[in-house]
């Protein structure tokens, strides 16, 4: 077949990887449009927003500039989900999602007036607030504060996304670069006048006082920051001569290659030049953005009121013998936990329990995003200290969390925790840990989401608690290879026959459930296929979706952000419906469920459909055995489908459709109900 015809062909059988993710941000923004939502949320999902939309052009952007730039050089024809015209596409995207967060951000600002919450928004200070200001800034603000001359011996480094002023004079052609140090101190200056709240943003202080204090009235202050590139692993992304050649390219950049130079309104093009000069801004991304940037720090916003927030939710706790060890209750039953509606603290007995208990002879982990106060690595210290074996296997390439994860391998080095880092072209992704008792039985955690309690409570994720031998022994095979920091020599070095291990058995396994699903309804007989995933990129399993469909499959997919596959196309998959949910919590638990007739096979996972899960990671998805559990996961997943208030539907051109005529499903409320019972 002709390589171009090939390509469109691809393109016809695809939603583009990076459209598709701008759709998924898209979706968050419409939180904060949403009536229902309450207003302090609202500013949550902003902040959500542009923080992810900041990443977007540390982590995407990079790549979309170097493949554009690569293009123009070479007229090789290559078989990826980048086309030359997705950067030009993707700005434009952005663009108007940039129109509708400041349509949303004006709303917002005006229903907080009705509250009496006053947040001072390219406004000047009022008079009545102006003393309380002038006193945080002069006792505050001022400490932090870095001016900087723009002349002949000029040497200054913009920050990735850190906020500045650039400073005119009127009277002069001098230039100043001054810091908002809001990465120091919180963004908003919050006080209480007459009766009402107001929030003032310490970039409108430091413009207020910072003429005086350096007695010049005639300066002009313009707002911006640099975005650089995120020292992408490349070959977690791409792979064959094309990632080659990208690295290539992002290699020739000096350290942080600035991305985007994000300015306010009416900043001054003969500005912009002499900027784009001093930062070496040639190759980047100029866009106009608002009067502030980093609306991130919404984040941190200092009114707090439960009358406009999301109800307080209590944690549910789950039954537990205190009176017996939890090994021994594992070692009648499992547990199956379902963060955040249900509490982690069965997680952290398993580890702390551990640590403490003299019938332990050894503890092995895998971590690779780990809480910044971690009782899970200090009970692994703790444990070594008991005089424990403790293996701690930790992935240092954990995106925007290797400082952290580096500190506390440290910490639990220094107490004797023997710790293996990471493997050279693998990502250890895989949330697994294995208790080894003196009278030889085991017991297993394995999880769709990270070992920490931070984020536990906030992701949707779940995590067994076992101690099947056939799961604790494979396991133990796991983590034998691991320390070996070497990719296998092949599929079958370990010969897993229950958990699915990326790199091992874990992509064919899948082939191998959907061609059983297949072969079944060829047959004539009802079959089903229900996963739910963060992204789902892979060519080859997508593919095998759209087999399944084509001989009549009923396939439910919940997918939360990319989403590669065009549903309901006729001939290819008018059997595939896809859901997307934005809610409360963040989505993030991996549920995959294959059943014909009386046979189901229900797995959980920490994997994802991406190219780097299915190639560049060792991942884990492992099968519930307990039928009652694999009941209760198949229960989870049709509340979570039948949603119509949090889920849209996804079209084949990946955007976000409102479903019609909603009965009030709101599935991460109906699941709390579902568990309480």
Not at 79 to 96: C, L, M, P, R, V
Not at 358 to 385: F, W
Not at 651 to 674: A, C, F, L, R, T
């Amino acid at each position: 077949m002709d390589k171009q015809i090939y390509m469109d062909k691809k393109k016809d059988l695809y939603i583009n990887r990076d459209i598709s993710w701008l759709s998924f941000n898209d979706r968050v923004l419409s939180e904060a449009g949403r009536q229902e939502v309450p207003l302090l949320e609202k500013l949550q999902f902003l902040a959500i927003f542009s923080s992810n939309l900041d990443e977007f052009y540390r982590v995407r952007m990079p790549v979309l500039m170097a493949w554009k730039k690569i293009k123009k050089k070479t007229s090789e024809q290559t078989f990826t989900n980048i086309d030359i015209g997705t950067y030009k596409k993707a700005s434009k995207i952005i663009e108007k999602q940039q129109e509708k967060f400041g349509f949303y951000l004006t709303d917002i600002i005006h229903q907080l007036a009705d509250e009496n919450i006053i947040l001072i928004y390219n406004q000047e200070i009022p008079l009545a607030v102006k003393p309380l200001v002038a006193n945080y800034f002069f006792s505050t603000v001022a400490s932090y504060l870095q001016i900087i001359s723009v002349d002949e011996e000029f040497s200054f480094f913009p920050i990735n996304n850190h906020l500045y002023f650039a400073l005119t004079d009127n009277n002069s052609t001098d230039l100043f670069i001054v810091n908002i140090p809001s990465d120091r101190i919180n963004r908003f200056f919050t006080c209480q006048v007459n009766s009402k709240t107001y929030t003032v943003f310490i970039d409108d202080i430091i413009k207020l006082f910072l003429p005086g204090l350096i007695k010049n009235s005639s300066l002009n202050f313009y707002s911006f920051k640099i975005t650089r590139d995120a020292e992408l692993n490349l070959q977690d992304e791409f792979d064959g001569d094309i990632a080659q050649k990208i690295e290539a390219v992002v290699n020739k950049r000096d350290l942080g290659y600035a991305t985007r130079f994000l300015h306010q309104p009416g900043f001054p093009n003969p500005l912009i030049e002499r900027l784009a000069v001093l930062f070496d801004l040639r190759k980047s991304s100029i866009v106009a953005g608002g009067y502030y940037h980093n609306l991130k720090d919404f984040f941190s916003f200092p009114i707090k009121q439960d009358n406009l927030s999301f109800p307080r939710q209590q944690q549910l706790a789950v039954h537990q013998d205190f009176e017996r060890s939890i090994f021994e209750q594992l070692d009648q039953h499992d547990m199956l936990i379902c963060t955040p509606y249900e509490s982690f603290d069965p997680i952290l007995r398993f580890f702390n329990e551990a640590a403490i208990n003299p019938d332990v002879a050894e503890i092995h982990t895998t971590l690779y995003r780990i809480a910044g106060d971690s009782h899970i690595a200090q009970a692994l210290a703790t444990a070594a200290r008991n005089g424990k074996k403790v293996s701690v296997f930790v992935e240092l390439k954990a995106r925007f969390d290797e400082a952290n994860n580096i500190h506390w391998s440290r910490i639990m080095k220094e107490q004797g925790v023997k710790i293996s880092y990471s493997i050279p072209n693998l990502k250890v992704h895989a949330k697994i840990a294995l208790v080894k008792r003196k009278d030889g039985k085991e017991s297993a955690l394995f999880g769709t989401g990270n070992l920490n309690e931070k984020t536990a409570k906030v992701y949707t994720d779940y995590f067994l608690m076992t101690s099947d031998r056939r799961l604790t022994a494979e396991l133990s095979s796991l983590f034998e290879f691991l320390p070996n920091r070497k990719k296998p020599d092949k599929p079958t070095d370990i010969p897993f026959q229950e958990l699915l291990v990326a790199q091992f058995n874990l992509k064919q396994t899948f082939v191998t459930l959907i061609d059983q699903n297949v072969a079944q309804a060829k047959l004539g007989k009802a079959t089903s296929i229900k996963i739910k995933l963060n992204n789902l990129e892979e060519e080859s399993l997508i593919n095998k979706l759209y087999e399944a469909s084509q001989a009549g499959v009923k396939i439910q997919l919940l997918v939360r952000g990319i989403c590669r596959l065009k549903p309901q196309v006729k001939g290819l998959s008018e059997n595939i419906e896809i859901k997307r949910i934005v809610g409360r919590y963040l989505e993030h638990g991996r549920i995959f469920i294959f059943q014909y007739e009386a046979d189901t096979k229900v797995y959980l996972g920490s994997s994802d459909w991406m190219n780097r899960n299915i190639y560049r990671r060792i991942e884990t998805c492992f099968p519930i055995m307990e039928p009652v559990l694999a009941k209760k996961i198949q229960q989870l997943f049709e509340i979570q489908f039948a949603d119509d208030m949090e889920a849209t539907f996804l079209d084949d051109m990946g955007q976000n459709i409102p479903i019609e005529h909603p009965i009030g499903n709101k599935s991460q409320q109906q699941i709390v109900d579902y568990l309480n019972n």
